[in-house]
């Protein structure tokens, strides 16, 4: 990555009104251009948070964090588009916290309706909505939006960035604007005149930008659509890329974390003579709820942090795994949080003598993250105020946290952020931030490397929460008349806004409910409730939230109905999509045809189907799994999404496997539990993930018929643990309700 400070004290900046956002609310004071955040220095000005054009070349300002999704290789396609120079010619740079890099595309996902069917009013609503989080500044990398939310964006600041370069192109030649072309960074004028972008950039910037530009239809781009080398890819196979982990300062000291293992107890007391007789030991900080210890090396502030004795008080939740399920459960009966789909009318449905009732329970686990980089983040507090160089997923809100933590107002904090050694959520938390912000006010003016063993990561994770689903259906003629379900958890939604905003959103809670209230199954009789259970135990995002464990309720259920009817369970589903929604049937279609689900299968081999609709993006999932001598082996998976409009194929394969490799490994083996208060996995050996040999053979299919662009790194996760419970009971006659599966039986190991 480039150095920030370098590039923007010497650059010159093309605008456009894009950065806006580019949706008129009919309210001055929404319409109106942000703040740009850039200080380009006396020598240069700064007219939009996008481009920057010096004479080293074009230079964007991506507004995401780069965490594996490839958004660095997307995102300068996008501007390339337009602004008519060389995709691999762009420099990509994470930009400040600002106001100006909010993501209008999480307003996607906040209305409490399917996604799939939305009226024109709805729309309206989305893009009416859109105004609060330009307000608050919501610079988020998250909900599978950072494509969504820059598709226009990106492309109108190309555009318009264009115009303007040719405008001050024809003042210069006195020749008439429309006369002239542009290509690769240069500015064609009739008898082969050419001009550089950087020639003109100072001129340009001068030029007040067109309101309006027309943007190239898809017909005419080069590199969009295409599959693209990924632009970090040299960087992170030569070891070059800078995670947090990896920051480096002159004069740094190095430290780590014990906190409460008893998560949200305090910390009664603590002796730290042990650890400070240890060579290279430079202090041990008292955190409240834990200690951090601060040395000359990461490893010793580790072995220090183990020598330290301390007293913990009990954690303000029940003592096991069993009794907080069992709490999780009890909500089920209780008052429900919302009741988003309600078609027909469930508790009118007569049965008849015919008609056929399906019950079913199912539970899943609380699970951690897991990121391959542990939490880290480096500080330093001098009398100028404070920096932070971490990999944030919300860096204007670590900025404001790692304030308050040390008393600073938020314009004293800088966040830089890094590249992301795995996010799924977990980096759009701000602790690790906050420690580190108060280990460096404790060691002002001596920068501090703070990295979390890998034990104190595990062990302190804001989980995704253990579940529970209570589903009832009723077939008639073998199809769906009826389906009734009831999920209850704690709140994901309210416990992590509460932490990143200091208010808990009120009324019902979509993401509670997703991927099971908002399918696209045209069942006469559809009614979903959600129920909140009260724990205190941390939880947070977790990659594709609650259609996590949603899907594995609803499409685990859809398969015992399809079965119970003595139907096909791929046309089952086929026949309640098809009446639907049809991009969701195509999808359905495909991996039939990709798998050749229709072929008799030999002995000894399962295959299983699930489809959900999340992000936009309807993904179907066939999963085929084999006996080898009493154990299954996964031997092939076929993926179908339909994402809209494909930016970049390669791209939307790897995240579709990637998130199918979440899913599975969830599935199959992860866990987190709860003895005496603590959690009882501390590292990879007890928390273990899919190995390279056990993982199965994908094919991946890239559909285009939705009409709008829909997220990709998140959806292909919630298909794959009903694909896979449903295979292995194709396999087995087996039906397993509860997760990890490895619970009950044996995979190849």
């Not at 209780?334 to 009741?339: E, F, I, V």
């Not at 078609?343 to 993250?369: F, K």
């Amino acid at each position: 990555m480039a150095n920030w400070g370098k590039i923007a004290r010497r650059t010159f900046l093309i605008g456009s009104a894009a950065m806006a956002g580019g949706v008129a609310f009919g309210v001055w004071q929404y319409r109106r251009e942000l703040p740009n955040p850039l200080d380009p220095g006396a020598d240069g000005v700064a007219l939009n948070p996008w481009i920057i054009i010096d004479q080293s070349g074009v230079t964007l300002i991506a507004a995401r964090a780069e965490m594996g999704q490839g958004v660095y290789t997307t995102l300068p396609a996008l501007l390339a588009e337009e602004l008519d120079v060389a995709w691999d010619q762009i420099r990509v740079i994470h930009g400040p916290a600002a106001q100006a890099y909010f993501n209008a595309g999480l307003m996607s996902h906040a209305l409490p309706s399917t996604d799939y069917d939305r009226t024109g009013f709805q729309e309206v609503m989305v893009e009416a909505m859109s105004v609060l989080p330009k307000m608050i500044g919501l610079q988020v990398t998250g909900g599978s939006t950072s494509s969504l939310d820059a598709y226009d964006k990106l492309r109108q600041a190309g555009a318009t960035a264009r115009e303007v370069l040719k405008q001050a192109a024809a003042d210069r030649l006195g020749v008439a604007m429309g006369s002239l072309e542009t290509r690769d960074g240069r500015v064609i004028a009739p008898g082969g005149v050419e001009l550089s972008y950087q020639d003109l950039a100072e001129d340009a910037a001068r030029i007040g930008p067109p309101r309006q530009v027309e943007l190239r239809p898809a017909s005419q781009w080069k590199y969009l659509g295409r599959a693209m080398p990924r632009l970090d890819m040299v960087e992170k196979v030569t070891g070059t890329a800078q995670f947090a982990i990896d920051v480096r300062l002159p004069g740094m000291r190095f430290a780590t974390v014990r906190m409460n293992p008893h998560l949200g107890g305090a910390m009664v007391s603590f002796d730290a003579r042990a650890a400070l007789a240890i060579p290279g030991v430079e202090r041990v900080v008292d955190l409240g709820h834990g200690i951090a210890v601060v040395a000359t090396t990461t490893w010793t502030a580790m072995k220090a942090a183990e020598a330290v004795a301390i007293e913990w008080a009990p954690a303000p939740y029940p003592d096991s795994s069993l009794e907080m399920l069992t709490v999780i459960r009890a909500a089920l009966d209780g008052p429900a949080n919302s009741k988003l789909r309600d078609d027909g009318d469930v508790d009118a449905v007569q049965i008849g003598a015919e008609d056929q009732v399906i019950e079913a329970e199912y539970s899943v686990p609380w699970l951690a993250h897991a990121t391959m980089e542990p939490m880290s983040a480096a500080a330093h507090f001098t009398p100028r105020g404070l920096d932070i160089w971490t990999g944030s997923q919300a860096p204007g809100f670590a900025e404001m946290a790692a304030a308050r933590a040390v008393g600073l107002a938020p314009e004293q904090v800088r966040c830089h952020v890094t590249y992301l050694g795995g996010g799924f959520g977990r980096r759009g938390e701000n602790d690790v931030v906050v420690l580190a912000a108060r280990i460096a006010q404790a060691m002002a003016g001596t920068p501090v490397l703070v990295t979390w063993s890998r034990e104190e990561d595990m062990r302190h994770d804001f989980y995704r929460p253990a579940a529970c689903a209570r589903m009832r259906g009723v077939l008639r003629d073998g199809a769906a008349l009826a389906l009734d379900g009831r999920v209850a958890a704690p709140s994901v939604s309210r416990q992590a806004m509460a932490r990143m905003t200091g208010n808990a959103p009120p009324g019902p809670d979509k993401g509670h409910v997703e991927g099971m209230f908002n399918q696209p199954y045209a069942i006469p009789h559809y009614r979903v409730t959600g129920h909140l259970a009260e724990l205190s135990v941390p939880i947070g995002f977790w990659r594709s939230v609650g259609n996590s464990f949603n899907g594995f309720f609803m499409e685990s259920f859809i398969d015992e109905m399809a079965i119970a009817a003595g139907r096909d369970p791929l046309a089952f589903r086929l026949d309640l999509a098809e009446a639907e929604h049809a991009p969701s049937a195509g999808v359905l279609r495909a991996v039939a045809e990709m798998s050749g689900w229709d072929r008799a299968r030999a002995p000894g081999t399962g295959m299983g189907v699930a489809m959900t609709h999340s992000f936009h993006t309807p993904v179907a999932v066939v999963i085929e799994v084999t006996d080898q001598d009493g154990a299954i082996a996964l031997s092939r998976a076929w993926m179908a999404c339909d994402v809209g409009t494909a930016l970049d194929p390669s791209i939307i394969e790897a995240q579709m496997v990637g998130g199918l490799v979440y899913g599975l490994s969830a599935a199959m083996m992860e866990e987190i539990s709860f003895s005496g208060g603590t959690v009882d996995q501390g590292n990879f050996t007890e928390y273990d993930a899919l190995r390279q040999h056990q993982m199965p053979q994908v094919a991946v299919r890239i559909l285009e018929t939705s009409g709008h662009i829909g997220g990709v790194g998140e959806p292909g996760t919630p298909p794959a643990a009903p694909a896979l419970a449903n295979a292995i009971f194709d396999l087995t006659g087996t039906r397993i309700r509860d997760l990890p599966l490895n619970k009950r039986l044996r995979f190849v190991s």
